[in-house]
């Protein structure tokens, strides 16, 4: 008869059980590795909060490497940025623009705060207190970083815009100049 | 006559047009020659909140002369320096100074923030959109020359 198992087959409904069960378990082990791979370090934000990747809670996300003392790449990154969400209208509320400050010594929450907001006001930055954490979200990025040779030198960081969609995962990068609308196009891709 | 009326034209719109110009007109027909500094085109960017450092700007263009800048000061600013931006060691964005710039005789170099631009150092005094400062510019051949340089937000 259809359906019914014979001697040492296993019944379909625990296969079927079975073969959901096991992709349940991968889709989590898929989700935990992912998790991962964003380091769970202290971070503080610019609101005086702490900081973790979870907070971007179904949001898209766009990490920026940067600090206050540079001249040129941040401010114009984060400029062209602001004016890239504004541009989404309505669906700004959906991106979260986080500057991961690479100065942290002198970027205090504080300071981050004001100078993220120059830009725009639901802009945050963050502060990763421990340089070796700070290295570590770095290389989760694939985000380049050097620490200046002698002390209030140029800091080698990133110019590129991270992306992070709504379920968490690390998506891809932009790199500069910004093409306008890049930013749009790259949500809805 | 009318040569030395159209030598002299040429002399005066170049000083109007141009605003730092050094002219010298040989009078008595067309061969008026005009020594002009490159025009200068700058702007500064907005100081966001707490910082220390700024980016200017532009665009220089040749007239006719090559030149190179060589030096810019500002009042109320410590330093300033010509800096390009260049990969680093790690791959990412670092700053490198450079010595000069090159202005061809015929032809413009862009000040932009992904390449060659002139950053202020230690700001002594606020930079607020809408403000004009005299900035002083060293060139190796027309030498120094003060223009006015806008403060612009970046957007």
């Known amino acids: 008869m259809r359906g019914t198992p014979r001697p040492g087959q296993i019944p379909r409904s625990l296969a079927l059980t079975l073969l959901v069960s096991l992709g349940v378990g991968l889709a989590g082990a898929w989700w935990s590795a992912w998790q991962s791979g964003l380091p769970d370090v202290p971070m503080a934000t ?37 004016k890239e969400i504004r541009a989404l209208g309505p669906q700004e509320a959906r991106v979260q623009v986080v500057m991961i400050s690479v100065d942290p010594e002198r970027d205090t929450p504080a300071r981050l705060g004001a100078y993220v907001r120059y830009f725009h006001p639901r802009f945050i930055g963050v502060q990763v207190p421990d340089a070796r954490d700070l290295t570590l979200v770095c290389k989760a990025f694939g985000a380049a970083f050097a620490a200046p040779a002698t002390a209030g030198g140029e800091i080698e960081h990133a110019l590129d815009v991270f992306l992070i969609d709504p379920r968490g995962r690390l998506r891809g990068r932009l790199s500069p100049p910004f093409v306008p609308g890049e930013v749009a196009k790259a949500l809805r891709g | 006559m009318s040569y030395r009326i159209a030598s002299w034209f040429v002399v005066a719109c170049a000083a109007v047009t141009c605003g730092p110009v050094a002219a010298s007109a040989r009078a008595g027909g067309l061969r008026a ?16 909140p707490g910082t220390d450092v700024l980016g200017v700007y532009g665009r220089l263009e040749g007239r006719g002369q090559s030149d190179a800048l060589q030096a810019a000061a500002l009042d109320g600013v410590r330093e300033v320096r010509l800096h390009v931006l260049t990969r680093g060691p790690s791959g990412g964005g670092l700053m490198q100074p450079l010595a000069r710039l090159a202005v061809p005789a015929r032809g413009a170099v862009d000040l932009k923030p992904e390449g060659v631009h002139l950053m202020l150092i230690g ?16 060139f190796a051949r027309a030498g120094v020359v003060v223009v006015k340089v806008p403060v612009r937000r970046r957007d």
């Open chain 1, 46 to 82: 610019s609101t005086g909060k702490s900081f973790a990747w979870s907070d971007l809670d179904g949001r898209w996300g766009l990490v920026y490497f940067g600090y206050r003392g540079c001249p040129s790449a941040c401010p114009t990154a984060l400029s062209g940025l602001a």
């Open chain 2, 33 to 48: 020659t005009v020594e002009m500094v490159p025009a200068v085109s700058l702007w500064i960017a907005e100081a966001p």
């Open chain 2, 123 to 138: 700001l002594g005094r606020t930079f607020a959109a809408g403000q004009t400062l005299k900035m002083r510019l060293t």
